[in-house]
């Protein structure tokens, strides 16, 4: 099955373009934007590069020898990715490149893809924790600094950091190709059912972007990632004796 992607890329822009201007005429939302850019470095960063070091770690050097292997975000950041999650919270990084057939044996190939994908979902729910937990602890110890106005804005960063950070890490689940939540579920399917979807990776693709674009994927998981967003404050809350923030 061929899918012109220039057609949906076209689509897609025409989509960015009305929230552009929707964005430019609010000004609230235009400091929610520059507020967010520190979580969106962080988020797409980290989930990259945890990809690339769980592929070294496995045996597969390819990531290390393409300079993926470093924090650096602008090795990271994939262009149409990045302004996807700026503007509908939902968006990717570069892809990092691995050759399986590299991989150490410990596990078997399609188990070692899984748990490279797994890496860089994981490593966004798991940074959602660490900057929650920082929050609740300004909030606990430093209370006049949170009620001062650069508290206000170090909260509003931080906040906007747990929630990039767990949109991407939740988005990135859904087992639908190119998602890494596809990966991880051929890790645990047989031979042939993950054969079977590898040929027909370009339908899913296609049901996969059908899905984002008439607003079905957001309705189905946006549930999902407010659930684990609270979940998280709820539970780093308690940790410090507060209510949730």
Not at 47 to 53: L, N, T, V
Not at 141 to 148: G, L, N
Not at 161 to 176: Q, R
């Amino acid at each position: 099955m061929y899918i012109d992607r220039r057609m949906i890329f076209l689509i897609v822009a025409l989509m960015l373009f009305s929230s552009v201007m929707s964005l430019l005429s609010n000004e609230g939302a235009l400091l929610s934007l520059i507020i967010s850019i520190p979580g969106l470095l962080i988020a797409i960063t980290f989930h990259e590069y945890a990809h690339a070091f769980a592929a070294d770690r496995l045996g597969d050097d390819t990531p290390r020898r393409q300079g993926r292997l470093n924090l650096n975000p602008f090795k990271h950041l994939d262009l149409f990715g990045t302004i996807m999650l700026v503007f509908a919270r939902f968006g990717w990084g570069k892809p990092v490149q691995i050759n399986p057939s590299n991989f150490n044996r410990k596990f078997s190939l399609a188990k070692a893809e899984a748990i490279v994908a797994a890496a860089g979902p994981v490593t966004n729910i798991v940074l959602a924790f660490i900057f929650e937990i920082i929050t609740c602890a300004i909030v606990r110890f430093a209370p006049e600094f949170y009620m001062s106005q650069a508290g206000y804005i170090t909260a509003a960063v931080l906040q906007s950091i747990v929630s990039i950070n767990v949109g991407l890490g939740i988005f990135n689940l859904i087992p639908l190709p190119p998602l890494d939540g596809s990966k991880i579920l051929g890790g645990f399917l047989p031979y042939s059912a993950r054969d079977w979807m590898d040929s027909h990776s370009q339908i899913f693709e296609m049901i996969f972007i059908v899905l984002w674009i008439v607003g079905l994927l957001s309705l189905i998981i946006s549930p999902l990632i407010s659930a684990v967003y609270s979940g998280i404050a709820n539970l780093c809350a308690s940790m410090f004796g507060l209510t949730v923030i």
